[in-house]
């Protein structure tokens, strides 16, 4: 069944009017006709199963039938703090973090952070990929949205993080002390960190383990930027999520 998120208040009965892009995609590119069966979310937690009413070239309506709550949310709460990357690289790692359960997102800029944005540069590539998380929610089944938090520079976020005294907090390094079955299955929130193509400054890191980071390593290779976050996601998963 096509899904489509849909920033607009939505309960059982309503007709919902889709929002123009939506629309032209469901009826420009998936070619949906008047009775197709589709689902919206809104981000609230829940799924909205309808059946497409109008699909005109004045746009296309939705009547809502009823309202679910499938579990698709990981038992994990990880938020990941990811080293900004060039293009692609970015959203790549964005959209395939929250098809594996990530909780919310938090882009930095590193000592050797390759992308520079200037303030209205940076507004925009945020509100870019939160369109991609949004996209990617729609593939995967999710029903709730993992925020995108603002650009933040290292050093001042790491300075923020010190009174998160009962998050569990690793950083990705090749030569970390930790790997996962070091570790008990987390009872609290994990905050992961990844460093930009040019991986982690030597200072860094000290700040970092001063911070409370420890390093993790999963395995003896070099990964790059856009394989690492999700390697380890889907190694959490596995084995303390729900791939068991």
Known sequence: MPRFYCD??????AVV??????????????RLRVGAAV??????????????????????????????????????????????SGGERMDYTLQKAVELGVSALL?????????RLSEDKAIRRRAHWQSV?????EQCGRN????????????AWLRGTSTQTETLKLLLDPEGDLCLRDLPP????????????GGFGPAERKQAAAAGFHGLRLGPRILRTETAALAALAAMQAVWGDFR
Request: aromatic share 2%; net charge neutral.
């Open 39 to 84: 689902a919206l979310f809104n981000g609230d937690g829940a799924e909205y199963h309808g059946v497409l009413e109008n699909a005109g070239g004045k746009g296309a309506t939705v009547r809502l039938v009823t309202r679910r709550e499938p579990a698709r949310e990981s038992p994990l709460q990880v938020h990941l703090a990811q080293g900004i």
């Open 186 to 197: 987390p009872t609290s929130p994990i905050l992961l960190l990844a460093g930009p193509e």
């Open 107 to 115: 882009p930095l800029t590193m000592r050797r952070t390759l992308v």
């Open 144 to 155: 709730v949205l993992p925020p995108v938090a603002e650009i933040q520079e290292f050093v």
């Open 17 to 30: 009017a889709l929002p123009d892009a939506v629309a032209r995609h469901a009826i420009g590119v998936l």
């Open 133 to 137: 998380v949004n996209s990617a929610c």
């Open 8 to 13: 607009l208040p939505l309960a059982p009965g």
